[in-house]
């Protein structure tokens, strides 16, 4: 009796936790087996559940915007915005306005890059910088890629500064991090299109607003950064900071900033890569540029003009990751005492002796200045010829891969999805959520959801949901052995490590090349792209959790006669789970984001209505859109959170 | 201001860390001790501290980690506010000093040594120096020439346009001392400078700085958890426990006379013989008739072990600084000393 009655008295107690999970888990299945038989209200959700957001966010929207002059506001920054991006754009391309210096040879860039990359990491990123450059250029993209750069030269500073700014004021106020927080969570988990169509309404298109939109897209990643590396600065040196009688202006400015210097980087890092990723997407808006080509080629159909957009694309990204991450890393070195003026700033004399050089020869030779159509390269026959044949010999399995997964995979799964009554679906979650946080991530799990079938989208979400979940599994069944493959010696996972940083330079639009090539355009292509781009997390987190295990640990199996199989299932992946679980977390989130943008090569869900909203430039159905897309991210980030945290602490490791 | 006030003058200080600290300490029942307070969820870092520091003199804080040393120097600088009680510095009280004079304080008074260093890593050691001197706006070319001359003070000439990710711990150590230095503070702290160093270098460090307090002599509160380090520096040693300082004196008092179990077990393990001085040992003449040379009071037991065990006079006279015959030692309580007490 008295057992009973603490029990009851403790309702957090371990062992209540599993039995209302699985009381949940019951009721769930009745609700889904009992279909038939239940009211409509429990199958779809009901007229009285769907709530009009999308008008309110209307009516806010168009409020802030006329009512309030907001838009008078957007337009003027908008318009400062663009005259600093004419300025790139004359010096870069050589579009007519003020400074009318430009074109810049391309030649000079190129050296300029060049020198760039030696003077953070030496030669071998310096050939490479170098290179891609001269690729740009001898492939006639020279005018795409540089309509892309000007937008990315202009809106990476923005956004570091804005997230310096921001990052500093959520340092310092406990009661602004409170509010920025929450915002900064929805915001990194929103899918790209959900910001383009307010800044559609509020800018335009173009130029102008696919800075607007890369800069609103990047600044996320820099608050966070920035907040981080204030809080870690030691403790001693704000101290010793404090002690020299520094005033706090002097002691953020000449102590605390420079010493979180390598987080700051690291988001500079950050928001440079997103800024990419931004601005090759931002070709839905009206961006010129190199993203708008792909779009187009790709749209056409055109494999090999495309891949050649999509190798450009893949060499900026990597060289300008490359060269970020390098300066991150990059510390000082003092100089031989006595070094004179020459040899300090020798790097600086050698550039500007050769882009002194580089600009007389391009008037001399003016193919160094630019280089036209005509002259231009192209491997677009022959690389159309290889995957002609590529695909050809591949066809056979392609299409039966492709008639089986639809046909007995996809199908099948879809209207599996579309079949269970919406309240079964909730009441599964509040489940999980049970079973894995108890009460409170129950509640989570419902509210999220809840949210998603007040929003009148609970159809097109199942899809996308169904879409992520198959193709994470696919993404798990590939990713985790080749994970465990890669962690087996140290030179390995180096390797494997260096191919996934790489993979993730990439922007999301890269990945869908190969599957429109092999699948055309269709789910399964949405699908293969979702696995390959979600694939590359979990390759790289399994790694970083099987190598992250300690050493005694691994000895200790070593010196009880354990087999390697058994070292690995007992003891590296107990201890690693907490770390993979990371890896499915952000996994997740990288196949939500993928299925959405693939939306625009034909799907029927959440993304599909993105486009629609898009082109409609309608706000509120957008956000809706959007925030629907969001809460999933959510609710498993939320999970999966919880989980690892729970583990971590109960295996010591936190 | 009196050259005999002391410099700094701690008054019944308390810090406590917990939810409302401050109405917490107003109802504290004063006799509560360490554990009473842990369990009402406060963690008493200083409790109910006196101390007074005088001018040139160099108290240690010996204790163990989380025994609220660091803690007590940070309230001393006011890098930590206190709870309770009052701190003087200079003759002022500390605690309700404006921004703007705790920051003149601190640029022109006070120098402070971290365990860790607390070097800027982005700059080099001349501007990681002269740092201090920047904040107060001296121009480069006056910090620059005083930075160099105290680079040269701690051994670093040559070093000044290196990182200090480029220099070992040792040299690291340098360069803060130095920065402490630059400004020619009046009250130095050192919170644990040399507990971050490998044993061989520690000594160095430690012959380094008597060599420099020799020649600057300065008022100094050096923190350690390290007894011999206490024993071999301090003119004083406070030692904390559970934030209270349990004992505070001479060291060969200490020595002697442990006031608590705690400070006893400390200095279990001591050869007090090294540390006792003649001095400590010599009583009050009392008309007694001295025979014989006196022997230095300002040797330790140990220095004077020889004549100890081969003198046969049972008491002997000890000399003061100027060789005037300070008291009389009794030889057999020495002898105790060096070998130990009699079984």
Known sequence: MTVAATNASAPMRPQSRPRMAQFLFAAALCLAVAKLALPDGLVRPPDWLVWPFADW????????????????????????????????????YGKNRWPRLGPIPWSVIAITAAMIGYAINGWRLAAFAGLTFVWIAAMGQWQWAMETLSVIIVAAPVSVFLGLLLGTMGW?????????????NVAQSLPHFAYMIPVVVFIGVGAKAGAIVTIIFSVPPMIRMTMLGLQKVPSEVVEAGHMAGATRWQLLRHVRLPTARTELLVGVNQVIMQCLAMVVLASFIGMPGLGQKLLQLLQALKIGRSIEIGITIVLLAIMLDRCSKAWAVKQPVHLEKGTSWLMRHKLLVIWAALVAVFWALSLVFPILHEIGRRDALSLAAPLDAIMDWIIGTLDPVTQWLRWFLIVWVLIPLRDGMLWLPFSAVLV???????AIGGKRSALVCLGYFGLIAMSGWWDRAMITVYTVTFAVFIATLIGFPLGIWGSRSKARAQAVLLVCDTLQTFPSFIYLIPVIMLFGVNDVAVV???????????????????RGVPEA????????????????????????????????????????????????????DLGQEMQRALSSSDVGKGLVLGLAVSFMGLMVDHLITVWANRRRRALGLS | ?????????????????????????????????????????????????????????????MGLSGSGKSTLVRCMSRLIEITGGEIDVDGRVIGALSERELIDLRRNKMGMVFQNFGLLPHRTVLDNVAFPLEMRGQDIHARRARALEVIELVGLAGREDYFPRELSGGQQQRVGIARSLAIEPDIWFLDEPFSALDPLIRREMQDEFLRLQAMLGKTIVFITHDFDEALRLADRIAIMKDGAVEQCDRPDRIVMNPATDYVAKFIEDVEKARVVHARALAQPVDGQTLTGAPVDGSKTISQLARLLVNDDRAILPVSGPDGRVIGAMDRQQALDVLLGAAQ
């Open chain 2, 1 to 61: 201001m009196s050259p005999s006030q002391p410099v700094i003058s701690c008054r019944n200080v308390w810090k406590l860390f917990g939810p409302r600290p401050e109405s917490y300490l107003a109802g504290l029942d004063p006799a509560a001790g360490f554990d009473a307070i842990r369990a009402d969820g406060y963690v008493p870092a200083v409790r109910d501290v006196s101390l007074d520091i005088a001018r040139g003199e160099m108290l240690v804080i």
């Open chain 1, 528 to 546: 293969g792209a979702v696995v390959l781009f979600a694939a590359v997390p979990l390759v790289r987190y399994t790694i970083e959790g099987l």
């Open chain 1, 428 to 434: 599964f979650l509040m489940a999980v959520g049970w």
């Open chain 1, 553 to 604: 640990q691994i000895e200790a199996a070593d010196m009880s006669g354990a087999t390697r199989r058994q070292t690995l299932w007992s003891v590296r992946l107990p201890l690693a789970l907490p770390t993979i679980m990371v890896g499915v977390n952000q996994s997740v989130m990288f196949s939500l984001f993928m299925v959405i943008i693939a939306a625009f090569i034909g799907t029927q």
């Open chain 1, 172 to 184: 310092k106020s406990a009661r602004f991090r409170l509010v920025l927080n929450p915002l900064l």
């Open chain 1, 57 to 92: 966010f209307n009516a806010v929207f168009s409020f802030i915007r006329d009512d309030l002059g907001l838009i008078h506001v957007t337009r003027a920054f908008a318009d400062g915005l663009e005259s600093v991006l004419d300025v790139t754009a004359n010096l870069l």
